[in-house]
């Protein structure tokens, strides 16, 4: 513990305010109580306007972003707004009191650019790859051009200037490795476990069922490649042959309008609420009551190799999972879900669990368990503070 206590770490997250972003703050959090000064950059978005506060003795600060980007020119404007932003409060704030890390959380991988600014004072950058960006821009265009060059030269400049990174899963400790030519013993895998005391089981709320049998949660960011599209196709399915589901959508993102849009013209409005970002208290009102739990990310490469915090968050409020058969996904969840291969598939793996008490039961409970002994936020925050330790040895 001896070598982070009293070291000032300042996190610099680009795609989501803090503390609505999880990971992070279980990051930054747990780094605070083991005697980590922190300081947050982040941009501001609703729900999360203040542009300083200070929550549980951290600093957090919020630049404002001029829009939610859509599209290759859209996501360009996003970043150099957000560049610009994260240089001038990172002088500010070392200046005000000089930090020994950055921890750069992706997406994008330019947070390389500010940590450059503050090298020659000896300030490491530490790189937390949330998101494989190249793999990223193939699912939301389906296309190698400049653009895709352009990500795999950021993430090779990003690993480049790390003097360590943290991984969220084996696959991206192997893409860190054989892509990013980091050593092996410089990239930690802290998985995001979840908090269990954050997510409290609860009696359900009957009223988020809006008076139908069955309640389907969905928990997650609406944006291009998340599948909710595939999502809402399921739900046409199950509506032909019973009316006796409703499904809830948490979350916010740029696609939530379309989304919205897209279910009212597929005739499920009165089968389809969209709830936006909410409260924690909320959040977990509505999965608590649901009685399946989705992922309906689609089975992309950038999906395959990447761990949702949506499936252990389901798992810790023993809620059973149907989802698409996807490599990391299968890792996490394993007995507590069903693994699906198309639209079709999915819907009729979800009718078939809502129609077994039994099964949702048990495949509920063997979630639990996985989380409480294996990959709760308990086991993954050793793994941060010792790599922390070795960091700043």
């Not at 996190?11 to 990051?27: A, G, T």
């Not at 972003?65 to 002088?91: H, N, Q, S, T, V």
């Not at 009212?264 to 509505?286: C, M």
Request: charged share 25%; proline share 4%.
């Amino acid at each position: 513990m001896k070598n982070i206590q009293g070291k000032h770490i300042l996190f610099i997250v680009e795609n989501l305010p803090v503390p609505f972003d999880r990971r992070v703050w279980q990051e930054a959090t747990t780094l605070k109580e083991n005697g980590m000064e922190v300081s947050i950059i982040c941009p501001q978005m609703k729900g999360y306007s203040n542009s300083y506060e200070v929550l549980e003795g951290i600093e957090i600060y919020r630049h404002p972003l001029p829009f939610e980007a859509r599209g290759a020119i859209g996501y360009l404007f996003e970043y150099g707004a957000a560049i610009f932003w994260e240089m001038k409060l990172a002088k500010q704030i070392y200046k005000k009191k000089p930090f020994h890390v950055i921890h750069g959380c992706n997406p994008p991988d330019l947070i390389y650019l500010t940590a450059k600014l503050f090298k020659n004072k000896g300030v490491k950058y530490v790189f937390d790859h949330h998101d494989i960006n190249p793999e990223l821009y193939i699912a939301k265009y389906d296309k190698k051009d400049f653009f895709y060059n352009l990500m795999k030269y950021f993430e090779k400049q990003t690993f480049k200037h790390a003097v360590a990174s943290i991984a969220t899963n084996e696959s991206y400790k192997k893409i860190a490795i054989e892509r990013g030519g980091m050593k092996p013993e410089n990239v930690q895998v802290v998985r995001s476990g979840p908090k269990l005391d954050r997510l409290q089981l609860q009696a359900p709320k009957e009223e988020f069922k809006k008076g139908r049998t069955y309640l389907l949660g969905y928990l997650g960011v609406i944006g291009e490649q998340e599948g909710i599209d595939l999502l809402l196709d399921s739900m046409k399915h199950i509506v032909t042959k019973r009316q006796d589901v409703q499904l809830a959508i948490v979350g916010g993102g740029s696609d939530l309008e379309l989304l919205k849009k897209m279910s009212d013209e597929k005739g499920l409005a009165e089968y389809v609420d969209f709830y936006g970002r909410v409260s924690d208290q909320v959040l977990l009102d509505v999965l608590n009551t649901a009685d399946v739990c989705v992922n309906p990310d689609k089975p992309t490469e950038m999906n395959n190799l990447s761990t949702m915090n949506k499936i252990m968050e389901y798992m810790a409020l023993k809620k059973p999972i149907v989802q698409y058969d996807l490599k990391e996904g299968r890792f996490s969840a394993q007995e507590a879900s069903f693994y699906a291969n198309n639209t079709i598939d999915f819907a009729e793996k979800i009718m078939l669990l809502l129609d077994d008490a039994n099964l949702r039961l048990k495949m509920g409970e063997f979630g639990y368990n996985r989380v409480l002994k294996e990959l709760s936020w308990e086991f993954e925050s050793k793994k941060l503070i010792n790599f922390y330790n070795k960091v700043l040895s």
